[in-house]
């Protein structure tokens, strides 16, 4: 079964370091997104992504976060100088078509723990 | 006033019984409801999904979406300690655009299915 991958699954980065976390997207679909969840928090939206373009955004996705898909598979999201407080799980999510659906598919989640 | 209300539990039950956990929501513009169960530390697996009012069924679990009370349930019937996991409820709109809403995420219920 088709699956959304991410890596890697636990990355450890010093504060204003800058990080890179790596998702490959289910093959056919089109929409890409990032979440995030502190611990013991909701998972929390932070960008989509279609069209080699940003879609949408929320208020967390401020100047430090990027989104890139450099290849024709990976999607990544860019934290330029970290902060104590990015420490959380981060999830990367794609789907088909969301103009008719809206079904998202999550992979596995990177940690990120900022120290 | 939260977006989307979720009791975290823990709810406990014993295996064998029928499970019902719900979310309220106060945007009206969602349409699209999708119920995700998580293991802990690993990311949402897809469980049901819905559009507007209405039931869905799928074996042991049933989608129930109430738009006029802004309500939105899933039962488990004949629960397995298997199913013991952090249910989360999500539900987002489809912009006039047609572009990639994120999803809205209820906190989560943790469930316990006693063997």
């Known amino acids: 079964e088709p699956e959304v991958t991410q890596t890697p699954s636990h990355q450890v980065t010093q504060m204003g370091q800058e990080v890179i976390l790596r998702c490959v997207p289910i093959s056919n679909h089109l929409y890409f997104y990032w979440y995030r969840q502190i611990l013991g928090q909701k998972v929390e939206f932070l960008v989509s992504?279609?069209?080699?373009?940003?879609?949408?955004k929320s208020e967390i996705f401020d100047d430090q976060f990027s989104v890139e898909r450099p290849d024709g598979s990976n999607f990544t999201l860019k934290i330029r100088s970290t902060k104590l407080e990015d420490s959380a799980m981060y999830f990367c999510a794609s789907s088909e078509d969301p103009s008719w659906k809206n079904i998202q598919y999550f992979g596995a989640g990177t940690r990120l723990s900022v120290l | 006033q939260k977006e989307v209300e979720q009791d975290p539990g823990p709810l406990s039950v014993p295996e064998g019984a029928i499970v019902s956990l719900n979310c309220t929501y106060s945007n009206s513009a969602f349409q699209y409801f999708m119920w995700y169960r998580q293991y802990s530390r690993k990311g949402p697996e897809l469980l049901m999904y819905t559009y507007s009012s209405g039931n869905k069924e799928d074996g042991r679990f049933t989608a129930q979406v109430d738009k006029s009370s802004k309500y939105i349930s899933l039962f488990i019937r004949d629960s397995q300690p298997s199913d013991s996991a952090t249910y989360l409820c999500a539900m987002t709109s489809l912009d006039s655009g047609g572009g990639a809403d994120g999803l809205t995420f209820g906190k989560g219920t943790h469930l316990i299915i006693q063997p």
């Open positions: 992504f279609y069209n080699n373009e940003i879609s949408e």
